[in-house]
């Protein structure tokens, strides 16, 4: 059995639409990160980057004891590589995967969230425009990757759906708030709609659906207090 440590945001969704594709048995673990959870001595043995998603298999392929990944794009190479399923292993289909994988989670990853955040902080910490342009900029930039790989192939990889396309999609259902007009990239568009209309990865998008809340909708007070949880993090005291 896997436990899932998850809460319902992009990086989460990559493994829970794994897990969803594959029909791999698995327990989910809310990490409430708006609460700090993520800091919790006990997670933070599983996952010391204290982000979200990690997971522990409890009946790893070697045969020990209880094994844990944090840092998506290695869960999602860890739970292929064991379940044998969307990641090809031929030496080119295996690193087509692996570049776009890669790709994802050093650029597309990073770059819409960073767009996001600035989008979202509006005025509060000063005028933002600098960072919101440079990131809706850059997301627009990686927009145009994915429209263009995937002007001449089904798939990120190629003709098959893989890990590639799992890790990519979630960042892309909120195109809107990273101030991005998907009608202008109709390859990525076509893309788009087909990864979305799966029953696997709908299945996936789902998960914890009833755990997560539109902060827009909390008192001021639970919204700075949440800020403060996520947006002024510094260094972990080192235990003696
Ligand atoms: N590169 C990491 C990023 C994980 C990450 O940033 N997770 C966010 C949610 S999407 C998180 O846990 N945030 C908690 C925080 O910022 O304290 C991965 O892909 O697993």
Known sequence: MIDLHYWPTPNGKKVSIFLEETGTPYRLVPVNIGRGDQFKPDYLRLN??????????????????????????AILFYLAE?????WPQDLRGKYEVTHWVIWQMANQGPKLGEAGHFRRLGDREGDQSYAVRRFTDEANRLYGVLNMRLRDRRYLAGDEFTIADIVSYPWTVNWQAQGQDIDEFKHFKRWFEEVGARPGVQRGLAVGADLSTDNSKLSEEEQA???????????LPVPD
């Open 225 to 235: 207090r949440i800020r403060k949880i996520l947006y002024n993090q510094r260094a």
């Open 48 to 73: 010391p980057n204290h982000r979200m998603p990690a997971i522990v298999d409890h009946a790893p392929a070697d045969g020990g004891g209880p094994l844990s990944v944090f840092e998506s794009g």
């Open 82 to 86: 064991k379940s044998g399923k969307f």
